[in-house]
């Protein structure tokens, strides 16, 4: 049975120094796996699926995941001796990524058995798609532990992942995640304009943090007392 999690909360939470190092190493080797797979597959299926909106419109699926990828890639400081703190972020942001990854190569599977168009690539055992979906789906089984992967997102990366990689956005929008303290609210950025997600509130809103995130709990139980 799954163990449920307050808002803010992560599986990277309780690991040690070490263990977050070894999370990190295995999340990024595992992204560049699904990046070559993902990469490879889309010159082969681009026009099945729709090729200029899932592989090139901000909102297509596999736009979205290949450019999360890349993001992470083309951030020079991954090279660098991180403190434990930004260790976490760089786990955030892989865990982030590869979810999205993974999701695609689940789409790139299903639509190749639904074509009956090498299958066995996705099915078969020893096959590249086999072997990098299988591993994903294994590594992030093995992070998620008990914690249901629905409220991991919900919990925290549906709010987290915008703020963390800026190619990211809140789903159907351009815009970013908006927060008010004086009422204690996550906005919308499309209900901005709108009174704060039509509260009676005239606080100042800015853009939300990782911090209010992770914190929320605590303050909304500090208002309530």
């Known amino acids: 049975m799954s163990r449920k999690l307050k808002f803010g909360e992560t599986p990277f ?15 990024y080797n595992a992204l560049a796996m699904a990046y070559g797979v ?3 597959v889309k010159k082969i299926v681009a026009f099945d699926i729709g090729h200029d909106h899932y592989w090139h419109s901000k909102d297509g ?4 995941a290949l450019s999360k990828a890349e993001e992470i890639f083309n951030d020079q400081t991954l090279l660098k001796k991180p403190t434990p703190e930004e260790m ?21 599977s299903q639509l190749a058995t639904m074509r009956l168009r090498d299958v066995s690539y996705w099915h078969e055992e020893g ?17 998620n ?20 990689l800026d190619c990211d956005t809140v789903l159907g929008t351009d ?11 996550i906005i919308h950025p499309n209900d901005v304009e709108e009174n704060h997600h039509r509260k009676p509130c005239n606080g100042k809103v800015r853009l939300l943090t990782i911090e209010d995130i992770v914190t929320f709990e605590k303050r909304k139980n500090e208002r309530v007392l």
């Open 13 to 27: 939470d309780n690991l040690s120094h070490d263990e977050m190092v070894a999370v990190v190493f295995k999340l």
């Open 38 to 40: 993902i990469g490879g």
């Open 61 to 64: 699926g596999g736009y979205i």
């Open 88 to 108: 976490k972020i760089k786990a955030f942001k892989l865990y982030a990524a590869l979810t999205s990854a993974h999701g695609v190569m689940g789409v790139l």
């Open 127 to 143: 096959r590249v798609g086999y072997t990098v979906l299988t591993k994903t789906k294994n590594l992030l089984e093995e992070i």
């Open 145 to 164: 532990g008990d914690l249901d992967a629905f409220d991991i997102y919900h919990c925290f990366f549906k709010y987290a992942t915008p703020i963390l």
């Open 175 to 185: 815009g970013k995640w908006w927060y008010c303290k004086s009422c204690h609210s």
